[in-house]
Protein backbone atom coordinates (compact mmCIF):
# COMPACT_ATOMS: atom_id res chain seq x y z
CA UNK A 1 0.00 0.00 0.00
CA UNK A 2 1.25 3.15 -1.20
CA UNK A 3 2.26 6.07 1.75
CA UNK A 4 -0.66 8.51 2.14
CA UNK A 5 0.36 11.80 0.82
CA UNK A 6 -1.53 14.85 1.67
CA UNK A 7 -2.43 18.06 -0.68
CA UNK A 8 -4.01 20.20 1.35
CA UNK A 9 -2.21 22.85 3.87
CA UNK A 10 -4.58 21.84 6.08
CA UNK A 11 -2.36 18.75 7.65
CA UNK A 12 0.74 21.08 7.97
CA UNK A 13 -0.66 24.27 9.69
CA UNK A 14 -1.70 23.25 12.58
CA UNK A 15 1.55 20.82 13.66
CA UNK A 16 3.70 24.49 12.02
CA UNK A 17 1.93 26.46 14.80
CA UNK A 18 2.77 23.94 17.72
CA UNK A 19 6.62 22.93 16.60
CA UNK A 20 7.30 27.27 16.94
CA UNK A 21 5.70 27.49 20.32
CA UNK A 22 7.63 24.01 21.22
CA UNK A 23 11.03 26.05 20.00
CA UNK A 24 10.19 29.33 22.22
CA UNK A 25 9.25 31.18 19.21
CA UNK A 26 12.38 30.97 17.04
CA UNK A 27 12.05 31.53 13.31
CA UNK A 28 10.33 28.23 11.91
CA UNK A 29 9.92 27.97 7.87
CA UNK A 30 7.62 25.02 6.66
CA UNK A 31 6.86 23.90 3.26
CA UNK A 32 3.44 22.37 3.73
CA UNK A 33 1.13 19.91 1.67
CA UNK A 34 0.19 21.30 -2.10
CA UNK A 35 3.11 23.51 -2.41
CA UNK A 36 2.26 26.21 0.02
CA UNK A 37 5.12 27.98 2.13
CA UNK A 38 4.64 29.45 6.21
CA UNK A 39 6.56 31.33 7.84
CA UNK A 40 6.54 31.98 11.71
CA UNK A 41 8.49 34.21 13.88
CA UNK A 42 8.27 35.89 17.20
CA UNK A 43 10.46 38.93 18.28
CA UNK A 44 10.20 37.98 22.14
CA UNK A 45 9.35 34.65 23.67
CA UNK A 46 5.90 34.44 24.73
CA UNK A 47 5.62 37.75 22.72
CA UNK A 48 3.12 38.47 19.60
CA UNK A 49 3.61 36.05 16.46
CA UNK A 50 4.32 37.37 13.08
CA UNK A 51 3.04 34.64 9.93
CA UNK A 52 3.95 35.07 6.22
CA UNK A 53 2.13 32.23 4.16
CA UNK A 54 2.74 31.81 0.20
CA UNK A 55 0.63 30.01 -2.31
CA UNK A 56 1.81 27.89 -5.05
CA UNK A 57 2.13 30.15 -8.72
CA UNK A 58 3.49 29.21 -11.86
CA UNK A 59 6.32 32.22 -11.07
CA UNK A 60 7.09 30.35 -8.07
CA UNK A 61 5.48 30.74 -4.27
CA UNK A 62 3.76 34.22 -4.05
CA UNK A 63 2.75 35.61 -0.88
CA UNK A 64 -1.17 35.70 -0.38
CA UNK A 65 -1.45 36.44 3.47
CA UNK A 66 1.19 38.38 6.45
CA UNK A 67 -0.07 38.06 9.63
CA UNK A 68 0.19 39.49 13.33
CA UNK A 69 -1.42 37.65 16.24
CA UNK A 70 -1.39 38.95 19.59
CA UNK A 71 0.20 36.47 22.10
CA UNK A 72 -3.52 36.28 24.03
CA UNK A 73 -4.68 34.16 20.21
CA UNK A 74 -5.08 30.34 21.33
CA UNK A 75 -3.33 28.44 19.08
CA UNK A 76 -5.92 26.24 17.52
CA UNK A 77 -7.40 30.00 16.37
CA UNK A 78 -4.46 30.77 14.70
CA UNK A 79 -4.26 27.16 13.07
CA UNK A 80 -7.69 27.54 11.68
CA UNK A 81 -7.39 31.28 10.29
CA UNK A 82 -4.56 30.54 8.15
CA UNK A 83 -6.17 27.39 6.93
CA UNK A 84 -9.56 29.78 5.92
CA UNK A 85 -6.88 32.00 4.27
CA UNK A 86 -5.55 28.73 2.18
CA UNK A 87 -8.71 27.61 1.22
CA UNK A 88 -10.79 31.10 0.59
CA UNK A 89 -8.37 33.87 -0.35
CA UNK A 90 -6.13 33.39 -3.63
CA UNK A 91 -3.75 35.72 -4.80
CA UNK A 92 -5.92 37.81 -6.80
CA UNK A 93 -6.21 41.53 -6.44
CA UNK A 94 -7.89 43.83 -4.09
CA UNK A 95 -11.27 45.28 -4.73
CA UNK A 96 -12.96 46.37 -1.42
CA UNK A 97 -15.41 48.41 -2.94
CA UNK A 98 -17.78 45.27 -3.32
CA UNK A 99 -16.74 43.93 0.18
CA UNK A 100 -19.48 45.54 2.35
CA UNK A 101 -22.42 44.13 0.24
CA UNK A 102 -20.75 40.85 0.65
CA UNK A 103 -20.25 40.31 4.24
CA UNK A 104 -22.35 37.62 6.38
CA UNK A 105 -21.22 38.70 9.79
CA UNK A 106 -21.48 41.58 11.57
CA UNK A 107 -22.59 45.22 10.62
CA UNK A 108 -20.19 47.38 8.05
CA UNK A 109 -20.21 51.17 8.75
CA UNK A 110 -17.74 54.05 8.59
CA UNK A 111 -16.00 56.47 10.90
CA UNK A 112 -16.24 60.39 10.04
CA UNK A 113 -12.62 61.31 9.34
CA UNK A 114 -10.96 57.49 9.09
CA UNK A 115 -9.94 55.97 5.78
CA UNK A 116 -11.21 51.99 5.10
CA UNK A 117 -14.14 50.18 6.00
CA UNK A 118 -15.51 49.32 9.64
CA UNK A 119 -17.35 45.75 10.87
CA UNK A 120 -19.23 45.92 14.12
CA UNK A 121 -19.33 42.39 15.75
CA UNK A 122 -20.60 42.79 19.53
CA UNK A 123 -17.09 43.65 20.99
CA UNK A 124 -15.60 42.98 18.43
CA UNK A 125 -14.31 45.19 15.41
CA UNK A 126 -12.52 44.66 12.51
CA UNK A 127 -10.98 47.44 10.28
CA UNK A 128 -10.56 46.77 6.77
CA UNK A 129 -8.09 49.48 4.47
CA UNK A 130 -6.35 48.53 1.21
CA UNK A 131 -4.87 45.11 1.40
CA UNK A 132 -4.89 45.09 5.39
CA UNK A 133 -7.73 43.03 7.96
CA UNK A 134 -7.16 44.42 11.22
CA UNK A 135 -9.25 42.43 14.37
CA UNK A 136 -9.64 43.72 17.97
CA UNK A 137 -11.41 42.23 20.75
CA UNK A 138 -10.98 43.96 24.09
CA UNK A 139 -8.77 47.32 24.62
CA UNK A 140 -5.77 47.53 22.65
CA UNK A 141 -2.63 45.74 24.68
CA UNK A 142 -4.83 43.31 26.66
CA UNK A 143 -7.13 41.68 24.44
CA UNK A 144 -7.22 39.58 21.44
CA UNK A 145 -5.98 41.23 18.14
CA UNK A 146 -4.22 40.30 14.65
CA UNK A 147 -3.55 41.86 11.68
CA UNK A 148 -3.62 40.16 8.41
CA UNK A 149 -2.50 41.27 4.74
CA UNK A 150 -2.27 40.05 1.23
CA UNK A 151 -4.20 40.88 -2.18
CA UNK A 152 -7.40 39.14 -1.92
CA UNK A 153 -10.47 39.91 -3.49
CA UNK A 154 -13.88 40.96 -2.65
CA UNK A 155 -15.49 37.63 -1.70
CA UNK A 156 -12.46 36.33 -0.13
CA UNK A 157 -12.22 39.08 1.64
CA UNK A 158 -16.01 39.07 3.08
CA UNK A 159 -15.43 35.09 4.19
CA UNK A 160 -12.10 35.82 6.08
CA UNK A 161 -13.40 38.57 8.03
CA UNK A 162 -16.58 36.45 8.85
CA UNK A 163 -13.83 33.64 9.86
CA UNK A 164 -11.79 35.88 11.95
CA UNK A 165 -14.75 37.69 13.84
CA UNK A 166 -16.23 34.44 14.73
CA UNK A 167 -12.42 32.87 15.70
CA UNK A 168 -11.85 35.45 18.07
CA UNK A 169 -15.61 35.88 19.57
CA UNK A 170 -16.29 31.97 20.25
CA UNK A 171 -19.49 32.47 18.03
CA UNK A 172 -20.28 29.11 17.94
CA UNK A 173 -20.27 28.33 21.41
CA UNK A 174 -23.59 29.98 22.54
CA UNK A 175 -25.55 27.92 19.87
CA UNK A 176 -23.73 24.84 21.17
CA UNK A 177 -25.59 25.40 24.25
CA UNK A 178 -28.75 25.90 23.35
CA UNK A 179 -28.50 22.91 20.87
CA UNK A 180 -27.58 20.83 23.97
CA UNK A 181 -30.93 22.01 25.46
CA UNK A 182 -33.44 21.60 23.00
CA UNK A 183 -35.21 17.67 22.52
CA UNK A 184 -34.95 16.06 19.22
CA UNK A 185 -37.38 17.91 16.35
CA UNK A 186 -36.52 19.40 13.15
CA UNK A 187 -34.34 22.19 14.27
CA UNK A 188 -31.17 23.74 13.41
CA UNK A 189 -28.93 26.30 15.66
CA UNK A 190 -27.29 28.79 14.05
CA UNK A 191 -24.94 31.15 15.72
CA UNK A 192 -26.34 35.28 14.65
CA UNK A 193 -25.36 37.09 11.91
CA UNK A 194 -24.98 40.65 14.08
CA UNK A 195 -23.61 39.25 17.55
CA UNK A 196 -21.48 36.70 19.07
CA UNK A 197 -23.46 36.92 21.86
CA UNK A 198 -26.46 35.40 20.24
CA UNK A 199 -28.25 32.24 18.23
CA UNK A 200 -31.14 31.54 16.25
CA UNK A 201 -33.30 28.59 16.52
CA UNK A 202 -34.77 27.84 12.90
CA UNK A 203 -36.42 25.06 11.07
CA UNK A 204 -33.80 22.47 9.93
CA UNK A 205 -35.06 23.21 6.13
CA UNK A 206 -37.49 26.01 4.65
CA UNK A 207 -40.28 24.31 3.50
CA UNK A 208 -43.73 25.41 2.73
CA UNK A 209 -46.25 23.70 3.67
CA UNK A 210 -48.87 23.97 1.36
CA UNK A 211 -51.92 23.35 4.31
CA UNK A 212 -50.32 25.41 6.42
CA UNK A 213 -49.42 28.76 3.94
CA UNK A 214 -48.92 30.87 7.16
CA UNK A 215 -46.76 28.51 9.12
CA UNK A 216 -48.90 28.39 11.91
CA UNK A 217 -47.70 25.03 13.16
CA UNK A 218 -43.77 26.29 13.14
CA UNK A 219 -45.22 29.38 15.13
CA UNK A 220 -46.55 26.98 17.92
CA UNK A 221 -43.63 24.15 17.66
CA UNK A 222 -41.38 27.41 18.03
CA UNK A 223 -43.77 29.12 21.04
CA UNK A 224 -43.34 25.78 23.00
CA UNK A 225 -39.70 25.54 22.27
CA UNK A 226 -39.51 29.04 24.34
CA UNK A 227 -41.40 28.11 26.90
CA UNK A 228 -39.53 25.15 27.72
CA UNK A 229 -36.00 27.04 27.60
CA UNK A 230 -37.54 29.79 29.72
CA UNK A 231 -38.19 26.98 32.20
CA UNK A 232 -34.62 25.65 31.90
CA UNK A 233 -32.59 29.06 31.94
CA UNK A 234 -33.76 32.16 33.44
CA UNK A 235 -30.90 33.91 33.26
CA UNK A 236 -31.73 33.90 28.55
CA UNK A 237 -33.18 36.53 27.21
CA UNK A 238 -36.00 35.72 24.25
CA UNK A 239 -37.00 37.00 20.83
CA UNK A 240 -39.85 35.36 18.74
CA UNK A 241 -38.94 36.77 15.44
CA UNK A 242 -42.78 37.21 13.64
CA UNK A 243 -42.97 37.28 9.57
CA UNK A 244 -45.30 39.88 7.74
CA UNK A 245 -47.94 37.20 8.44
CA UNK A 246 -47.61 37.19 12.05
CA UNK A 247 -46.12 33.91 12.63
CA UNK A 248 -43.15 33.22 14.86
CA UNK A 249 -40.46 31.91 11.95
CA UNK A 250 -37.04 32.25 14.50
CA UNK A 251 -36.12 32.26 18.16
CA UNK A 252 -33.34 34.27 19.38
CA UNK A 253 -31.32 33.32 22.32
CA UNK A 254 -28.97 35.59 24.32
CA UNK A 255 -27.48 35.73 27.69
CA UNK A 256 -29.24 38.43 29.81
CA UNK A 257 -26.05 39.82 31.15
CA UNK A 258 -24.78 40.96 27.34
CA UNK A 259 -27.90 43.21 26.82
CA UNK A 260 -28.02 42.12 22.84
CA UNK A 261 -29.72 44.48 21.19
CA UNK A 262 -33.12 43.36 19.94
CA UNK A 263 -34.02 42.90 15.92
CA UNK A 264 -36.56 44.86 13.96
CA UNK A 265 -38.86 43.57 10.90
CA UNK A 266 -38.43 44.73 7.16
CA UNK A 267 -40.60 43.43 4.42
CA UNK A 268 -39.68 43.76 0.98
CA UNK A 269 -42.43 42.12 -2.03
CA UNK A 270 -42.14 42.26 -5.72
CA UNK A 271 -43.52 40.76 -8.69
CA UNK A 272 -46.27 40.53 -11.54
CA UNK A 273 -48.51 38.67 -9.47
CA UNK A 274 -48.75 41.09 -6.76
CA UNK A 275 -46.39 41.18 -3.39
CA UNK A 276 -48.13 38.69 -1.83
CA UNK A 277 -47.38 35.71 -4.49
CA UNK A 278 -44.77 32.97 -3.16
CA UNK A 279 -41.66 33.56 -3.93
CA UNK A 280 -41.68 37.31 -4.28
CA UNK A 281 -41.67 37.93 -0.56
CA UNK A 282 -38.32 38.17 1.80
CA UNK A 283 -38.35 39.43 5.75
CA UNK A 284 -35.38 41.36 6.53
CA UNK A 285 -34.61 41.41 10.32
CA UNK A 286 -31.83 44.23 11.74
CA UNK A 287 -30.89 44.86 15.04
CA UNK A 288 -31.91 48.15 16.47
CA UNK A 289 -28.79 49.96 17.01
CA UNK A 290 -27.76 50.14 13.73
CA UNK A 291 -28.67 53.34 11.43
CA UNK A 292 -30.53 53.38 8.31
CA UNK A 293 -28.90 50.19 6.44
CA UNK A 294 -26.74 49.71 4.81
CA UNK A 295 -25.19 52.75 6.17
CA UNK A 296 -21.94 53.23 4.02
CA UNK A 297 -21.01 56.00 1.37
CA UNK A 298 -22.32 55.33 -1.95
CA UNK A 299 -18.98 54.97 -3.57
CA UNK A 300 -18.71 51.45 -1.22
CA UNK A 301 -21.94 50.50 -2.07
CA UNK A 302 -22.65 50.55 -5.80
CA UNK A 303 -26.30 50.06 -6.97
CA UNK A 304 -25.52 49.00 -9.94
CA UNK A 305 -26.88 45.52 -10.51
CA UNK A 306 -26.57 42.54 -13.15
CA UNK A 307 -29.02 43.04 -15.45
CA UNK A 308 -31.94 40.15 -14.98
CA UNK A 309 -31.35 36.80 -16.67
CA UNK A 310 -33.72 36.10 -19.29
CA UNK A 311 -36.25 33.19 -18.65
CA UNK A 312 -37.44 30.47 -20.99
CA UNK A 313 -41.25 29.00 -20.78
CA UNK A 314 -41.84 26.28 -23.23
CA UNK A 315 -45.50 27.45 -25.60
CA UNK A 316 -46.98 24.41 -25.25
CA UNK A 317 -46.29 20.86 -22.80
CA UNK A 318 -44.41 18.27 -24.23
CA UNK A 319 -45.40 14.45 -24.08
CA UNK A 320 -42.74 12.36 -22.63
CA UNK A 321 -43.27 8.39 -21.76
CA UNK A 322 -41.05 8.28 -19.19
CA UNK A 323 -42.25 11.31 -17.08
CA UNK A 324 -42.87 11.10 -13.24
CA UNK A 325 -45.58 12.38 -11.03
CA UNK A 326 -44.51 13.44 -7.57
CA UNK A 327 -46.61 15.33 -5.29
CA UNK A 328 -45.33 18.14 -3.43
CA UNK A 329 -45.70 17.03 -0.11
CA UNK A 330 -42.74 17.87 1.95
CA UNK A 331 -39.93 16.34 0.24
CA UNK A 332 -36.48 18.46 -0.54
CA UNK A 333 -34.11 19.05 -3.21
CA UNK A 334 -30.78 17.33 -2.44
CA UNK A 335 -27.44 17.75 -4.53
CA UNK A 336 -26.59 14.74 -6.90
CA UNK A 337 -23.24 13.61 -6.20
CA UNK A 338 -20.71 15.47 -8.26
CA UNK A 339 -17.34 16.48 -7.97
CA UNK A 340 -17.73 19.69 -6.52
CA UNK A 341 -16.53 21.55 -3.51
CA UNK A 342 -17.36 25.03 -1.39
CA UNK A 343 -15.52 28.03 -2.81
CA UNK A 344 -15.95 31.73 -2.60
CA UNK A 345 -18.35 34.42 -3.76
CA UNK A 346 -22.54 34.53 -3.89
CA UNK A 347 -22.48 30.77 -5.49
CA UNK A 348 -21.68 27.96 -3.09
CA UNK A 349 -20.50 25.09 -5.87
CA UNK A 350 -17.05 25.41 -7.41
CA UNK A 351 -15.07 23.19 -9.27
CA UNK A 352 -10.87 23.49 -10.23
CA UNK A 353 -9.64 25.33 -12.81
CA UNK A 354 -6.95 22.95 -15.01
CA UNK A 355 -4.43 23.18 -17.69
CA UNK A 356 -3.13 20.36 -20.03
CA UNK A 357 0.49 19.33 -20.27
CA UNK A 358 2.69 16.86 -20.29
CA UNK A 359 2.78 13.81 -18.01
CA UNK A 360 6.23 13.39 -16.97
CA UNK A 361 6.14 9.71 -16.16
CA UNK A 362 4.63 8.81 -19.49
CA UNK A 363 5.91 11.56 -22.17
CA UNK A 364 3.40 10.72 -25.13
CA UNK A 365 0.69 11.21 -22.70
CA UNK A 366 -1.09 14.14 -21.08
CA UNK A 367 -2.85 15.14 -18.16
CA UNK A 368 -4.63 17.97 -16.43
CA UNK A 369 -3.22 19.78 -13.61
CA UNK A 370 -5.01 22.29 -11.21
CA UNK A 371 -4.34 25.97 -11.98
CA UNK A 372 -5.02 26.67 -8.05
CA UNK A 373 -7.64 28.76 -9.73
CA UNK A 374 -11.87 28.02 -9.20
CA UNK A 375 -14.69 28.58 -11.07
CA UNK A 376 -18.52 28.28 -10.26
CA UNK A 377 -19.78 25.14 -11.48
CA UNK A 378 -23.10 24.05 -12.65
CA UNK A 379 -24.85 20.63 -10.54
CA UNK A 380 -27.57 18.67 -10.94
CA UNK A 381 -30.19 18.50 -7.70
CA UNK A 382 -33.16 15.95 -7.19
CA UNK A 383 -36.25 15.21 -4.86
CA UNK A 384 -34.83 13.10 -1.23
CA UNK A 385 -37.95 11.19 -1.40
CA UNK A 386 -35.57 7.89 -2.74
CA UNK A 387 -32.08 7.44 -5.15
CA UNK A 388 -33.75 6.64 -8.36
CA UNK A 389 -33.42 8.62 -11.90
CA UNK A 390 -36.07 11.06 -11.51
CA UNK A 391 -36.54 12.29 -15.56
CA UNK A 392 -38.59 15.39 -15.48
CA UNK A 393 -38.07 15.87 -11.62
CA UNK A 394 -34.35 17.00 -12.44
CA UNK A 395 -33.29 20.37 -11.73
CA UNK A 396 -30.35 21.85 -13.69
CA UNK A 397 -28.74 24.87 -12.16
CA UNK A 398 -26.60 27.60 -13.90
CA UNK A 399 -24.22 30.01 -11.89
CA UNK A 400 -24.49 33.61 -13.35
CA UNK A 401 -23.22 36.41 -11.29
CA UNK A 402 -25.11 36.44 -8.15
CA UNK A 403 -28.07 34.64 -9.97
CA UNK A 404 -28.78 31.19 -10.38
CA UNK A 405 -30.44 29.92 -13.47
CA UNK A 406 -33.05 26.98 -12.83
CA UNK A 407 -33.76 24.59 -15.74
CA UNK A 408 -37.35 22.58 -14.20
CA UNK A 409 -39.99 20.48 -16.60
CA UNK A 410 -43.15 20.79 -14.67
CA UNK A 411 -45.74 17.73 -14.70
CA UNK A 412 -48.45 19.41 -16.91
CA UNK A 413 -50.91 16.93 -16.38
CA UNK A 414 -51.48 13.53 -19.19
CA UNK A 415 -52.87 12.73 -22.63
CA UNK A 416 -54.07 10.20 -23.57
CA UNK A 417 -52.13 8.25 -20.49
CA UNK A 418 -48.88 9.79 -21.33
CA UNK A 419 -47.51 12.34 -19.08
CA UNK A 420 -46.80 15.90 -20.05
CA UNK A 421 -44.16 18.06 -18.94
CA UNK A 422 -43.29 21.76 -19.98
CA UNK A 423 -39.81 23.27 -19.47
CA UNK A 424 -39.20 26.14 -17.84
CA UNK A 425 -36.37 28.82 -16.06
CA UNK A 426 -36.47 30.14 -12.87
CA UNK A 427 -34.01 33.02 -11.91
CA UNK A 428 -32.63 32.48 -7.84
CA UNK A 429 -31.36 35.44 -6.67
CA UNK A 430 -28.77 34.99 -3.68
CA UNK A 431 -27.84 38.04 -3.07
CA UNK A 432 -31.73 39.05 -2.59
CA UNK A 433 -32.54 35.54 -1.74
CA UNK A 434 -35.97 35.55 -3.79
CA UNK A 435 -36.89 33.52 -6.35
CA UNK A 436 -38.03 35.18 -9.77
CA UNK A 437 -40.88 33.39 -11.82
CA UNK A 438 -41.84 33.86 -15.78
CA UNK A 439 -44.67 35.96 -16.14
CA UNK A 440 -45.42 33.83 -18.99
CA UNK A 441 -46.42 30.93 -16.46
CA UNK A 442 -50.47 31.39 -16.41
CA UNK A 443 -51.81 31.41 -12.87
CA UNK A 444 -53.24 28.32 -11.26
CA UNK A 445 -51.54 24.79 -10.80
CA UNK A 446 -48.63 25.21 -12.98
CA UNK A 447 -47.61 28.18 -11.35
CA UNK A 448 -48.24 27.38 -8.22
CA UNK A 449 -45.73 24.46 -8.80
CA UNK A 450 -43.01 26.48 -9.81
CA UNK A 451 -42.88 28.81 -6.90
CA UNK A 452 -43.29 25.64 -4.27
CA UNK A 453 -39.97 24.72 -6.25
CA UNK A 454 -38.80 27.52 -6.51
CA UNK A 455 -38.44 28.12 -2.69
CA UNK A 456 -36.67 24.40 -2.50
CA UNK A 457 -34.59 25.22 -4.91
CA UNK A 458 -33.64 28.52 -2.68
CA UNK A 459 -33.66 26.64 0.71
CA UNK A 460 -31.01 24.17 -0.69
CA UNK A 461 -28.60 26.68 -2.08
CA UNK A 462 -28.90 29.03 1.71
CA UNK A 463 -27.88 25.39 3.41
CA UNK A 464 -25.24 24.82 0.97
CA UNK A 465 -24.11 28.52 2.09
CA UNK A 466 -24.50 28.22 5.73
CA UNK A 467 -22.18 24.67 5.73
CA UNK A 468 -19.91 26.60 3.97
CA UNK A 469 -19.93 29.48 5.95
CA UNK A 470 -19.40 26.85 9.51
CA UNK A 471 -16.19 25.67 7.39
CA UNK A 472 -17.01 23.06 5.38
CA UNK A 473 -14.90 22.83 2.51
CA UNK A 474 -17.49 20.16 0.96
CA UNK A 475 -20.72 19.76 0.45
CA UNK A 476 -22.29 17.09 3.04
CA UNK A 477 -25.44 18.04 4.46
CA UNK A 478 -26.91 18.98 1.09
CA UNK A 479 -26.65 15.92 0.00
CA UNK A 480 -28.84 12.87 -0.16
CA UNK A 481 -28.44 10.22 2.55
CA UNK A 482 -27.39 7.73 0.17
CA UNK A 483 -24.55 9.82 -0.96
CA UNK A 484 -23.30 10.96 2.43
CA UNK A 485 -23.18 7.84 3.72
CA UNK A 486 -25.03 8.14 6.63
CA UNK A 487 -26.15 4.98 9.32
CA UNK A 488 -29.01 3.33 7.90
CA UNK A 489 -32.10 3.99 9.53
CA UNK A 490 -32.83 1.78 12.62
CA UNK A 491 -37.07 3.14 12.36
CA UNK A 492 -38.76 0.02 11.85
Given at each position: ???????????????????????????????????????????????????????????G??????????????L?????????????????????????????????????????????????????????????????????????G?????????????????????????????????P???????????????????????????????G?????????????????????????????????V?????????A??????????????????????R????????????C???????????????????????????????????????????????????Y?????????????????????????A???????I????E????????????????????R???????EQ????????????????????????????????????????????????????????????????????????????
Amino acid sequence: MSEFEPVSPTYGLSDAVVAHRLRGGERLRADLPGGYRLTLRARELGGPVQAALAAPSPTGPARICTARFSAFTPLPAVSRVLDAVTRYAPALPDAREAVARLLTTGAPFQQPGEPGLFVQFGPAQAWLDGRRLSVTLGAPGSGLSLILGGPWDAPSTARLTAVVLRELTAAEELAGQVASLLPPGPWQILSDQWHPHAALVLPSSPRWDPEDPLGRRVSRALRDLHQGLCADRPDWDFQELISAEGSAVALRVSPHDHAVPHLLRTVVGDGAFGPGELGNTRTTFLPTDLPAFPCLAPALMPRADAAPLDLYVAPEPERDIYGVKLELGGWRYVLDKNPVFYGPGWYPFHKHVTRREKDPTAPLNDRLVPTGATVPAPVRISPDVENRSWRNEYVQLTPVDHYVKARLQLYAGDEQGCPLVRTVTLQIDLRARRVRIPDQIPPGPLRHQAAVKGERILGLLTAALQERAHGASEPRAVLGPWDRGDPPSTDA
